[in-house]
């Protein structure tokens, strides 16, 4: 027989299973060792059985009085043991006597055996036998003979008996255990304890712990009785506080334990089960089921207590649910075992920052309801890296949403990036950094954002402000997150906000607002009137492209409009990832980026004065603009030219329509050598096209762009400059008139812009009209491309600017044949095959072209794809048999008008040599041998 216990000694009573049974918690053999625990019986004795699955949930008459006699009177007290069955013979369980002191005499020891039978709650297991006075030593069985204890327990029994206590009573107590979920809701309890109970708790058992944050209790307070809610048994959430999960070893495979989840566990239970304590319920879970509550313990708040010894964390979603007053001690003590690395903890490194934890500045831009930049103090804006961006730690602004996508705003989100830009833009502010994160801003692309608490004025916090007025929730953290300082006072406004039922906690339905966007060029022209007759109007500064081009809120108006300056040409900035996404991108000018900037630092998201005089055909509104109220209200126009940052429309300046005030402003800047005029102007050669002289043979570097046969194409020449000179100026074009077709003269010859989508967008390219077709189409020629197509004459014509003509700019491409070589037409066989190794071996490539002269408007060219002394592509064609040398009559011809005959003579003994070869073996059209005398003419 295996010893678990010694013959005598003592334990202390962890906790009572029912009224003859309880479990003993002995010493722990070290740190981190579990202390052992036994299960121990009253030897010859039975309670009642308690409520289970197994008997209904109904407790055996009395039962539920005979283990809360015994709970109250030793759980979490040292008793004496003595064993009389253990081991083999006992199974799990020790069998043997219970003594502690006598209440009313500590010279005396309480057998509970016989104590318990005393008072009815157990009965002897064997009725009857001698009970006379002098058959026991003491009266209460402590003598060391069994007969001496059965006769103790049969003089209680008798006693028991005529006193009619216990279980002998008339009526002893029935318990019927009710489940939560399932007899009762718990939500019902919640709402009758705050109702019924004194002070709003309620009195509970706790029977058993799960975890350190986990327990099952049952409801003992007897004024639930009349809600039917005593011996109510449900789980309660501790508030405030999540504890490392227990693992569960019935499962398969095993669960293990959390770390310190077992330690968190003991914490608990030492302190906890089995104790009568009164509780306030805050909620529950999301399924209703669980209830979240406080625990009130006489010593002192169990969370505090299991968060000060690093046994679990704070968790964020139930601490909502308490009140704000009892969340500081948590936080404290949550600070406290952070500091020391205790348990949970025991790795916690606080929050690495890159930068200053603490600066002032100015709030540049507003970009969202919770996020901003701010240049800080003694930083000049020079760059856009000197602007910090920062989100206000622990709040959730409502999102934007994205007009791409097709995907809305969410309620209050413009509202709410409204109210903060009112609070913070162009003013000075103090950011206090909490924390960083890795925000991903794409595939394989991440931003480390700073948050932190933002102070403007008597503001403590913007962030408050916002979720005081509704207008922003909260963050909810995971409970190893790092949040603002400033957390708790956040809940305390949010549950204020919605108590109060603000903004986005409103019951009402969110109307959105729509916003006329007038940058649609028909729609700017058709309220370009009233706004010209409204005069001086105020706008916010939504957006700023350059110096002088913006997108303005017109709120008396209730639209959106592009407005740019008048008078004046603002240098090109640096274009943005979008604009060179798309192919889009223009190269920046000089103080470009400079003049932006400006405007962004003085304008951006503040309130100005326009007064709108014009509107261009591209739908931008032009006009003045005016910042700054009272004695500092200023033309920033004026401002802009006298910093040397834009320059005054020279036609203006020459047709005599410049404001003497910008010409003077201008006249100083130059004179003062600022901005713009600081740099030495640089003239640029106007852009000439690649001319080919007849008797001058050139070597060029050139690209496809448009295959028309075997031997026929259009080219461009790499490097050319007319190419980048007229795709800028065509952009220009697509983005002024936008992509709606205009009436323009047809006649054949004539240059237009025609409307052409190569896979990613419409633009419009310059074309020659071909012919008039029917059914309203139109055939041009794409004389940048080469390309031919039939288009719309309404919707895909427009009359094009005179300064993007052919005179001005001539055309890109360049028609030209292979020099010297025939090919068959695309409507036969071999036409395609030639058309298609033509197409394999030149197509997106760039060629070395010998440029021999120019026949019929076409340049006729000897085509290399590596080094031109390797063989030509003339050669490699005609080598396959998909082309075939020119008669004696049209090389001649050729050569006479080309004028340089030797490189000419040597591509025909070349030819002359690869022609041999393919009919010698019978390819491409020689595979019949001789082709037809009419193929020869």
């Known amino acids: 027989m295996v010893t678990i216990l010694p013959n005598r000694g003592t334990a202390k009573v962890k906790s009572v299973l029912s009224g003859d049974t309880v479990v003993l918690l002995g010493r722990s053999s070290g740190e981190g060792h579990k202390a052992p625990e036994v299960t121990f019986t009253f030897e ?3 309670a009642p059985r308690m409520a289970s699955k197994a008997n209904s949930n109904v407790d055996e008459p009395g039962a539920f009085s005979s283990r809360e006699w015994l709970r109250n009177l030793c759980v979490g007290k040292t008793v004496s043991f003595e064993t009389r069955k253990q081991g083999a013979s006992a199974g799990d369980r020790v069998y043997g006597l219970l003594f502690m002191p006598d209440p009313t005499d500590n010279t005396k020891q309480w057998n509970l055996s016989v104590e318990s039978v005393r008072r009815g709650f157990c009965t002897p297991k064997v009725l009857g036998g001698d009970t006379t006075d002098d058959a026991t030593e003491n009266g209460d069985g402590s003598g060391n003979s069994v007969e001496d204890y059965e006769q103790a327990l049969q003089s ?3 006693e028991a008996l005529s006193a009619h206590v216990g279980i002998h009573s008339a009526k002893p107590l029935v318990r019927k255990l009710m489940n939560a979920g399932d007899e009762f809701q718990a939500m019902t309890l919640v709402e009758k304890a705050k109702r019924i109970c004194t002070s709003g708790t309620v009195k509970c058992v706790i029977e058993y712990v799960f975890d350190g944050s986990r327990f099952r209790c049952i409801v003992t307070d007897p004024e639930l009785e009349s809600s039917n809610l005593l011996y109510g048994s449900f789980t309660l959430i501790l508030a405030g506080v999540s504890c490392p999960r227990v693992g569960n070893p019935r ?9 310190f989840a077992d330690a968190a566990r003991e914490f608990t239970e030492l302190r906890l089960l089995q104790r009568e304590l009164k509780m306030t319920l805050h909620g529950t879970d999301k399924s209703g089921v669980c209830l979240v509550g406080t625990v009130h313990h006489p010593r002192g708040n169990i969370a505090s207590e ?7 964390r704070i968790s964020d979603w139930t601490i909502r649910m308490m009140s704000p007053g009892d969340v500081p001690p948590l936080r404290i003590a949550e600070n406290s075992a952070k500091r020391a690395n205790l348990g949970v903890f025991e790795s916690y490194k606080p929050p ?8 002032l500045g100015t709030v540049i831009e507003v970009i969202s309801g919770d996020t901003l930049t701010v240049l800080p103090n003694g930083e000049t804006f020079d760059d856009d890296s000197k602007l910090k961006k920062v989100s206000l730690a622990s709040i959730r602004a409502p999102r934007a949403g994205n007009e791409r996508t097709g995907k809305p705003n969410e309620p209050y989100a413009m509202e709410c990036k409204e109210r903060l830009r009112v609070l913070t833009v162009g003013k000075s502010v103090k950011v206090n950094i909490h924390y960083e994160k890795e925000i991903p801003m794409g595939p394989n692309n991440t931003e480390k954002r700073q948050f932190g608490t933002i102070s403007v004025g008597k503001r403590a916090d913007v962030g408050e402000v916002l979720i005081t007025e509704g207008l922003a929730n909260t963050q909810r953290h995971r409970d190893d997150d790092e949040k603002s300082i400033r957390y708790d006072d956040l809940l305390a406004a949010e549950s204020i906000s919605k108590a109060a039922g603000k903004g986005i906690h409103s019951d009402k339905e969110y109307k959105t607002k729509t916003i006329n966007d007038l940058s649609d060029p028909k729609k700017a022209k058709t309220y370009a009137g009233s706004l010209q007759r409204a005069g001086q109007t105020k706008a916010i500064v939504d957006y700023v492209f350059n110096g002088s081009r913006f997108k303005l809120f017109v709120p008396s108006e209730n639209c959106f409009v592009m407005f740019a300056l008048s008078n004046v040409r603002c240098p090109q900035p640096s274009p943005n990832a979008g604009a060179i996404s798309r192919g889009q991108a223009r190269p920046a000018e000089p103080f470009g980026d400079a003049s932006k900037r400006h405007s962004r630092l003085n304008i951006l998201q503040r309130q100005v004065e326009i007064e709108c005089t014009g509107v261009t055909q591209g739908g931008v509104m032009t006009g003045d603009l005016y910042v700054g109220q009272g004695g500092q209200r200023r033309n920033y126009c004026v401002e802009l030219v006298a910093s040397g940052l834009v320059t005054v429309d020279q036609r203006k300046i020459d047709y005599g329509e410049a404001p003497k005030v910008l010409v003077d402003s201008q006249t100083a800047a130059q004179n003062n050598k600022l901005g713009i005029w600081s740099v030495q102007k640089v003239v640029k050669d106007v852009p000439k096209s690649t001319s080919f002289a007849k008797a001058d043979e050139q070597l060029l570097d050139i690209q496809m762009s448009e295959i028309r046969s ?9 490097g050319d400059e007319s190419a980048k000179v007229i795709d800028d100026g065509m952009k220009i074009f697509t983005e002024t008139n936008g992509t709606d077709g205009a009436p323009c003269e047809i006649k054949a010859g004539k240059l237009l812009a025609a409307l052409f989508n190569d896979g990613t967008s419409k633009s419009w390219y310059r074309a020659k009209v071909i012919e008039k077709l029917e059914k309203g189409k139109v055939k041009v020629l794409f004389v940048d491309h080469g390309n031919v197509a ?3 004459l309404a919707t895909h014509l427009r009359p094009l600017d005179a300064t993007l003509g052919t005179d001005q700019i001539p055309a890109v491409a360049k028609e030209a044949v292979l020099a010297l070589t025939k090919v068959r037409p695309l409507e036969e066989d071999d036409g395609i095959d030639a058309a298609r190794m033509f197409q394999s071996i030149s197509w997106g490539k760039d060629l070395k072209a010998r440029v021999h002269g120019e026949t019929e408007g076409q340049v006729v060219v000897t085509l290399y794809d590596s080094d031109v002394d390797s063989p030509s592509i003339n050669e490699k064609l005609t080598s396959e048999g998909l082309a075939r040398i020119a008669t004696s009559k049209e090389s001649y011809a ?12 040597k591509l025909k003994k070349d030819l002359k040599a690869a022609q041999d070869k393919a009919r010698s073996s019978r390819k491409g059209m020689w595979i019949y041998g001789e082709i037809p005398e009419e193929d020869e003419e």
Do not use: C, Q, W
């Not at 690495?352 to 600066?359: D, H, K, N």
């Open 156 to 158: 209680a029994y008798k």
């Open 894 to 905: 050729a050569r006479d008008r080309m004028g340089n005959s030797d490189s000419l003579a």
């Open 306 to 312: 299991i968060l000060k010894n690093g046994l679990g």
């Open 352 to 359: 690495t920052l890159t930068g200053a934890s603490e600066f």
């Open 710 to 718: 075997g031997n026929h194409f259009f080219f461009r020449s790499v």
């Open 44 to 46: 010859r004795v039975t």
């Open 790 to 792: 039939a288009v719309s």
């Open 251 to 259: 499962l398969n495979p095993p669960t293990p334990s959390e770390p």
